[in-house]
């Protein structure tokens, strides 16, 4: 007869459930407030979707903007706030937001070994919006030596190896300029040299780059500076039951490759897992696109978020936000064919707003402004989707296109084509027709268009779509070859010569937006609105603040961040206004 085996029990302070920017920014800082800390991560790495991710957080008025010299009330980012998030809008928590995010950078640059540079020359998403800026809203994680980790390197979940060069991470801005450059200018190539050499005599040392940047540098330096304050880091260690007393939450019950344990919690545990971009099930409630099955909702998040945390919050009397306009922060996708039968799923967030490409649907119709947010970009192609098709698109260009920005996860010149059109992925044709047809397009239409958006291209109007026309359309763009070629606009160029080129895209997202419903402290709430005793949600485990609403680059990583910082005071019984982290 088989026998009941009691679990194995430990106490802690502060029982962690993920391993993302959520939940390891709350255990840095309860750490640094004294908390006996454990992190329990789920997957055999930790870093989740953060370690993919690029790294950015919309912070207005950050300690980097502000020393140089960009100084901004907090009534400006606030009525961008308002005006983007509508109906949506609750003043009270982005306040909170915007006093509270510059002094969680400022916490994370002077106590721990996160570092940050500057975003500020990048715009918010809606250009034309009130309060909209030009820059000085934006930090990213700064790169990072990951030498500093020791053994547990091997531990940290490497960037998504399609966004990156033979699983090399490239840093966004200057230095993707340089390697996008490379064949052009001597100075971009001996950066490019020193980067790819290094990233060789790291893998030979120790089987991993090393030089950690975006995402990927965001979590070596969390996971560091926990550790460093005694945090216990573990993976392969998935959640799943909460433990309470009464009505208070006190730990969870956790599988470990030796058992089941219970973990108890004096102060609290903080769900922190990502949100529910691979649970099909809560896709098909949340997610109209993705169909009956929730399937047709191709994610880029880690696959590790199966809305665990949604369930956990649940379980304890929590509820989940289902009235959001979008309940996830959706961009276009690609499936990549890997060599082991795998299939990634590739976010197009850098190249649509190049200049020589186009996005058409299956009439060869273009449906949206190309260079607007991946956000924006993927809602429009919802909207123009008649109902009985399922929405998908091709991102096309000529062949000079291809070979100097690349094209989804293949890379520009001098890297070769051939494996992505032997596998698939890429459509190649002579012309224009031959493209059509190889990806069931309407062969009329698609000509049709690629001559008015020829003849555009070179007038600088984009009349159909305003391709151009806002800060952040432009610096998507390329200015320099835009002006190079005499052309006046920096996302528009003709599509000339053959061949020509397509990959096709589908809707996915980088995250969730739907969460547990919490208060300003990341206290999850209960349906009468009372917080749940000991029980905090944090990144995408939150309802964003954003309100199903994606006003610019970093929403998510900077309040996961935030709010993550203030759950924390929370638990330890610190106020967050007169924090002793400050000093
Ligand atoms: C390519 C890409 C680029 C992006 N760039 C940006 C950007 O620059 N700025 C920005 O703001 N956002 C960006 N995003 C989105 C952003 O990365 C995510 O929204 C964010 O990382 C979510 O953080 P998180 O802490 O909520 O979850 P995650 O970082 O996904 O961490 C959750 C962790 O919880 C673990 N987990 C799940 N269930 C359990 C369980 N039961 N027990 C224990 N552990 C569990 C998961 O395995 C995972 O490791 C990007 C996303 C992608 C895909």
Known sequence: MATAVTPVSEVCDLLVIGSGAGGLSAAVTAAHLGLEVVVVEKEAQFGGTTAWSGGWMWVPRNPL???????????????????????????????????????????????????????NAIPDFHGNTPGATLGGRSVCAAPFDARALGRRVHDLKPPLHETTLWGMGIAAGAELKHFLNALHRPASLAHVC?????YWIDLAIHRRGMRLVNGNALVGALAHSALEQGVDIRVQHPALQLLRDGNRVTGAVVASPQGRLQIQARCGVVLATGGFPHDATRKQQLLPHAGATGLEHWSAAGWGNTGDGLRLGESAGGTVATDLPQAAALAPVSLVPRADGSVA????????????????????????????????????????????????????????????????????????????????????????????QACSIDP????????????????????????????????????????????????????????????????????????????????????????????????????????????????????????????????????????????
Request: with cysteine; proline share 7%; charged share 15%.
């Open 345 to 436: 799923h590739f976010p197009h967030l850098i190249e649509r707003g190049k200049p020589g490409l186009i996005a058409v649907n299956r009439q060869g119709r273009r449906f949206t402004n190309e260079a607007n947010s991946y956000h924006d970009f993927t809602q429009d192609l919802l909207k123009t989707t008649p109902a009985a098709e399922s929405p998908t698109a091709w991102l096309l260009c000529d062949h000079a296109f291809i070979r100097c920005y690349g094209l989804g996860a293949v890379k520009p010149a001098p890297l070769p084509l051939r494996r992505w059109l032997a596998n698939g992925y890429l459509q190649r044709g002579n012309t224009l027709a031959e493209l059509a």
């Open 65 to 119: 903007a502000a020393e140089a010299g960009i100084k901004e009330d907090l009534n400006a980012p606030l009525t961008y706030l308002r005006h983007e998030l509508g109906a949506q809008f609750d003043e009270a928590r982005a306040r909170t937001y915007l006093e509270h995010a510059p002094r969680m950078v400022d916490f994370f640059r002077r106590r721990t070994a996160l570092q940050f540079i500057d975003g």
């Open 194 to 198: 020193k980067w790819v050499a290094r």
């Open 444 to 583: 009329a239409g698609l000509q049709a268009t690629v001559a008015r958006y020829n003849a555009q291209a070179a007038t600088g109007q984009d009349a159909d779509f305003a391709k151009g026309e806002t800060p952040y359309n432009r610096m998507q763009g390329d200015a320099a070859r835009a002006q190079a070629a005499g052309l006046p606009n920096p996302c528009m160029a003709p599509l000339q010569s053959g061949p020509f080129y397509a990959i096709k895209v589908v809707v996915g997202s980088l995250g969730t937006f739907a969460g547990l419903k919490v208060n300003p402290h990341a206290q999850v709430l209960n349906p009468q609105g009372q917080p749940i005793a000991g029980l905090y949600a944090v990144g995408n485990d939150m309802t964003s603040m954003m309100g199903g609403n994606y006003p610019s680059g970093g929403i998510t990583l900077g309040p996961a961040m935030t709010f993550a910082y203030l759950a924390a005071h929370h638990a330890a019984g610190v106020d967050a206004g007169a924090s002793p982290l400050r000093n």
